[in-house]
């Protein structure tokens, strides 16, 4: 019989990697439904963990998140190759959003999934209930978080590219290469967001919705 703690530990992992695969993945197919086969022809749209595993996002960011009791877990895939050229050619910029905001969607769906889910699931009477409970809340949680924080837009999250292809569309190029540049300092602000103080006004908003969505 596995403990709950040993069963929680499992449940957050199998959460994570779907949040964080799944949200590659679909940049992926996205791109390839625009006529971009980069991914596909690298295998990236597999279902197989080994090949999305970034071994600083997906392990050891996650493990020291969690053994420290930061109190949020955090972490990211290795991201799809995409040819964006390819893309805007045959989608134009609107290809270009739909593929930034392909992940998030993802995410976003996967989390409103989890918490219907959660709402028909029977109460904990084995192993597998409480699995399954935990599996769905954590599933909730990751999604939310992720869909959320790549909503932010500072390169090179999705939500920054999503927004310069727009002001591409809008002609607005200047800006859009203004936004570019701020790229070479976009993981230290990153770190400073996730590292520092500011997490709690980072992460509040997210906490806020999760609340909510399981008081539903």
């Known amino acids: 019989m596995l403990s709950p703690e040993i069963i929680n530990i499992i449940a957050i992992i199998l959460a994570l990697m779907v949040a964080i695969i799944g949200h590659e993945i679909m940049h992926g197919r996205v791109a390839y439904h625009f006529g971009d086969d980069t991914a596909k022809s690298q295998g990236r749209l597999s279902i197989n963990p080994l090949v999305h595993i970034d071994p600083i996002g997906t392990i050891l960011v996650p493990a ?31 290809g270009a959003i739909a593929v930034s905001l392909a992940g998030i969607a993802y995410n976003f769906t996967l989390a409103i999934l ?10 904990i009477s084995s192993e597998m209930t409480y699995f399954l409970k935990a599996f769905l809340t954590y599933t909730l949680i990751y999604n939310i978080v992720l869909g959320i924080f790549n909503l932010f837009p500072i390169p090179p999250l999705d939500g920054s590219q999503a927004l ?37 006004y980072v992460f509040s908003p997210m906490k806020y919705i999760i609340d909510f969505a399981f008081s539903l």
């Not at 989890?114 to 109460?123: D, E, G, H, S, V």
């Open 114 to 123: 989890a918490i219907i889910a959660f709402k028909f699931t029977p109460a």
């Open 64 to 94: 020291l998140l969690y053994f420290s009791n930061a109190g949020f877990l955090f972490g990211w895939a290795k991201p799809v190759p995409i040819n964006i050229r390819t893309v805007i050619s045959n989608g134009g910029y609107n």
């Open 164 to 200: 310069g292809f727009m002001m591409r569309k809008m002609d607005f190029h200047k800006a859009a290469n203004a936004l570019d540049s701020v790229g070479r300092y976009g993981m230290i602000i990153l770190i400073i967001m996730i590292a520092s103080p500011l997490s709690q």
